[in-house]
DNA sequence: CGTACTATTGAGCGCTCTCAAAACCAGTGG
DNA sequence: CCACTGGTTTTGAGAGCGCTCAATAGTACG
């Protein structure tokens, strides 16, 4: 909480001219000189195009990523040529944090549509954040959060039904869209139901059934990529129903 | 890299007398006098009996807490009383690192048996880490792993069976058991079947028959609590064995 | 206007859950 | 020492959810 000209959120969305840099920041602690500073190690967004890396597997890890515009999954291509996918991002959203610790990536970060990426090489942010003490602990927040999404999704995988899990996928994103300012019930999806069903663990046809399902019952309208969202309360519900399947009590 | 008296992973490991300091450590670039430091935050540990908490759910953030001796189960209580295990944590490793972001523990943990537990202020880890630049890459380090721990996790509730998430379990066990100079292949489980099977994802009764039927196979023996992994290789196989289930070809 | 891919829909099967009961274990008090 | 009790673990039988296989429909692109 450095005392000097403190700027307020709106200030710093304006002082970010080439990136999504408030993902970095917090709304409270960073001077506009520190975030100048920030602004500085940016590289400017290169505009990736459907199917580019942004980067792969295997990769000596250099930089974190911020999705500025468009949509990015990740995955972890299994040595037989199949994948799993580990997230969908979405502007404002970093990826790459996985890749500190052992200093490569061990997943691979694909553009779903045209899309611009901005490039935050991770040695220089870390020089910078050893001496502006709050833009350290954003960082650590961030991490932190990522922990606790990744919690979330486990508990998604590991009790949920497929229900459950296309309702959650799906309020999912339209909490996320609504974080940033775009329509949290009338969107197009950027993956492929195959992609979709990847990152759920469930099957296509499953994902497709679910789909229609909830266009008869009312939840929603669908129509290929484009979704509108009808009943959010109702979704909720859905999620919400059941944390933990068959759990009598539990002593220790 | 600062220049002066930098130690060894076995110097460490003396220096750190009350606590699994090495776990916050880098076997490089800390002193010794950072280390010192580094001791001098980290509060004693103090002996927990079966059943006490570490912290709870709901808590306000203060401290990281590093599992000395013993073990510790974290888990998401839900509403109507039932209970998502979320992980199992043994000596070396650290609980504690998802509530950065809201400065709320979002889980509980629970010590499985009599085990000590550090505390490791938060608020002054923080600042000796922007003292000292290496304590501040091992960090960024810690919550990255954690991240990709996730990850792995994630894969295995996802796109696993039954099978091969017991046997990526006991392997996961058998791992961090050796990394801390115990023996990988026979070792007491501190936790019920009740715990295994929910942070699996799995019934009570799958994991049970699992047990019998691993044993039948001459995988493991197991009586109670105790088990014998007779087959390392060939759990490993059965765990590598499909990552994805039925993945054709995937285009984007 | 085909070609290739993606999405949907249908039928059948298998894995894992659920329900139910028995076996086993640990601690308690007679 | 043994019966009793509450708990955990094991074992068995049956049902259902979601997967697999297969075919059809719809869409994008050359």
Redesign the interface.
């Known amino acids: 909480m450095t005392a000097s000209k403190v700027i307020s959120f709106e200030a710093l969305r304006v002082a970010c001219k080439n990136c999504s840099l408030d993902t970095l920041c917090l709304p409270v602690g960073l001077t506009l000189d520190d975030v100048e500073r920030l602004d500085d190690i940016v590289k400017r967004a290169r505009p990736l195009h ?2 580019d890396y942004v980067f792969r597997n295997g990769e000596r890890f250099r930089s974190l990523y911020v999705v500025k515009t468009g949509s990015v ?1 990740t995955f ?1 291509p ?7 996918v ?1 997230g969908f991002h979405l502007p404002g959203e970093i990826i790459g ?6 200093e490569t990536h ?2 691979s970060a ?1 553009v ?1 549509e045209t899309s611009a990426i901005c490039e935050v090489p991770f040695s220089r942010l ?1 020089e910078l ?2 001496n502006i ?1 709050s833009l ?2 954003q ?10 999404q ?2 979330e ?3 998604l ?3 949920k039904s497929a229900e459950e899990r296309l309702a959650a996928f799906l309020l999912s994103m339209s909490k996320r869209l609504r974080k940033r300012g775009l329509s949290p019930t009338d969107f197009y999806l950027s ?2 139901r ?2 979709i069903s ?4 469930l ?1 296509v046809e499953t994902v497709s059934r679910l789909f229609t399902r909830f266009q008869d019952e009312g939840l929603l309208k669908v129509d290929r990529k484009h979704v509108e969202l009808l009943d959010l309360e109702a979704m909720e519900t859905i999620v919400a129903r059941r ?5 009598r ?4």
């Open positions: 459907r199917g999954k972890a299994s040595p037989e040529g199949g994948e799993q580990l944090l996985d890749a500190i610790e052992k061990a997943c694909k779903l870390e954040s050893s003490p350290q602990h960082i650590y927040r961030l991490l932190s959060k990522e922990i606790g990744d919690t999704m486990l508990l995988l590991g009790k993956m492929s195959h992609e990847n990152y759920l663990g099957a944390v933990v399947t068959g759990d009590q539990q002593m220790t």
